[in-house]
């Protein structure tokens, strides 16, 4: 059974940074895509950044583009979000999840394709 725990999530004044982290445990990361997804109050989950199994390919969402950096870090089994120039906007629930099928692309990370949520880590940005 695939679990994924968030952490690194707290309060942080706008144009601050922030790490998140994901550990992933039920199975290897090496040849999954995965992603950082986020869910603000009132607002359906999207998706923030994703990462390609390989690693060469990453995707962004528009409004982190320039801000944000996913990593990857197979032998750990985890991944990353730097958070830079935090935003008000940018205040939610972040996730971390797993590509369920293997060699798939950063595109290919999609709520329907990844497994049960974990917790995730609350992002607070005030301003």
């Known amino acids: 059974q695939v679990s994924v725990v968030e952490s690194g999530g707290g309060l942080m004044q706008a144009g601050g940074s922030l790490t998140l982290s994901c550990q992933v445990s039920?199975?290897?990361?090496?040849?999954?895509?995965l992603g950082w997804f986020r869910q603000a109050p009132g607002r359906k989950r999207e998706i923030v950044a994703a990462?390609?199994?390989?690693?060469?390919?990453?995707k962004y969402a528009d409004s982190v583009k320039g801000r944000f950096n996913i990593s990857r870090d197979n032998a750990k089994n985890a991944a990353y979000l730097q958070m830079n120039s935090l935003k008000v906007e940018d205040t939610a629930v972040y996730y971390c999840?797993?590509?369920?099928?293997?060699?798939?692309?950063?595109?290919?990370?999609?709520?329907?394709?990844?497994?049960?949520w974990g917790q995730g880590t609350q992002v607070t940005v005030t301003s």
């Open positions: 039920g199975r290897t990361i090496s040849g999954y895509a």
């Open positions: 999840n797993v590509d369920r099928e293997g060699y798939g692309s950063a595109s290919d990370v999609t709520e329907d394709r990844v497994f049960p």
């Open positions: 990462i390609s199994w390989g690693g060469g390919r990453i």
